[in-house]
């Protein structure tokens, strides 16, 4: 794949749209163009959890004549679908925006859309190994204004797939100290690249405080799915910090989150040809993902604010679900 990635258009229309939180409908309905407001109040319905309405929105308009337009909607419906639709529809449409940059010439806008999309793809299913990462640098600067902290939050989410950590949270936070204006959405993902970052460190306080900025931007607006994609990383943080303070907002993340784990571990796996497990229940999965990174039942036990038997009994279980013997033999089947 072509790196250069010098796009003229921000297919995220209100994910990098600035405004204050709690100004979300406002901001949404001050698009005078009909399609471009459909697709931002499309977004935020799918933030919101409306997944289901979300993607119907983003699918009546892939036929659009506007080709950025389509593509945004190409982008959303992938997205939505993930979360509350047809799984194939993902991997279709995945494929769809492959065939068309290979389709195109290199210095086509469209391809450069695609070419974007596909990344996008990249992170939402966590590093598939048919699409190359571009060496960023220039490239993050080769965006439109608006896009950069999603490009930096790109970047910093593939460096975290690679193990390079450090310069994930310095990329993540370099960007949320020069965001030039108030960018709600970019804000949390960044915010939760950072968290995860810091909980793969093991330093606690950071990472509580950055997933609690984020949900501090969030909640305003009813925002949940950025919550529900991180589920996974975030390994336990949502019940420390939400389960007994935002009971519902608690209940309606995990109730969005099996659908969405089992669809991602779907695709994840026929993709990269891993085998990360959609047999764990939500407390099995945050149990197993902080046991591989090396944290005793103890520490496990003490940042979910279970007991230590309990600790205990989820391992059990999940080895038997898993049919394995060791901490060790966990790395294999959680992020």
Known sequence: ????????????????????????????????????????????????????????????????????????????TAISSLSGGDVNIVLHLYRFAKELSESHAEDDPLKKMCDFLLLYFNILLHNTPDIRFPAFGVQAFAVPETLKPMAFYSYAHYLISVDDVGRAVGMAEGALIFMKHPSPIAEIYLSLIIS???MLRRVWDKAEYYFRHAWSLAKPDGIV????????????????????EEPEAYKQISKLSNRY???????????????????????????????????SNQEISDFLGITLNSVRAHLRNIFNKLAISSRKELRDYVI
């Not at 669809?263 to 764990?280: A, M, P």
Request: charged fraction near 20%; proline fraction near 2%; hydrophobic fraction near 45%.
């Open 225 to 244: 799915l950025p919550f529900v994609e991180f589920r996974g990383m975030l390994s336990g943080m949502l019940e420390k910090c939400l389960r007994y």
């Open 1 to 76: 794949m072509e790196t250069s990635l010098k796009l003229e258009y921000d297919p995220f229309v209100f994910t990098t749209g600035v405004f204050s939180p709690g100004e979300a409908e406002r901001f949404c309905s001050a698009f005078a163009d009909v399609e471009t407001r459909c697709i931002a109040e499309a977004e935020l319905d799918y933030y919101r959890g409306n997944v289901t309405k979300a993607a119907a929105a983003f699918g009546a308009l892939l036929g659009s004549e506007n080709d950025s337009i389509a593509i945004s909607a190409t982008l959303g």
């Open 261 to 295: 784990h089992k669809q991602w571990v779907f695709l994840h796996n026929l993709l990269t040809g891993e085998k990360i497990s959609d047999r764990l229940t939500a407390i099995e999965f945050n149990v197993a993902s902080l046991a591989a990174s090396g944290l």
């Open 196 to 198: 995860v970052g810091y």
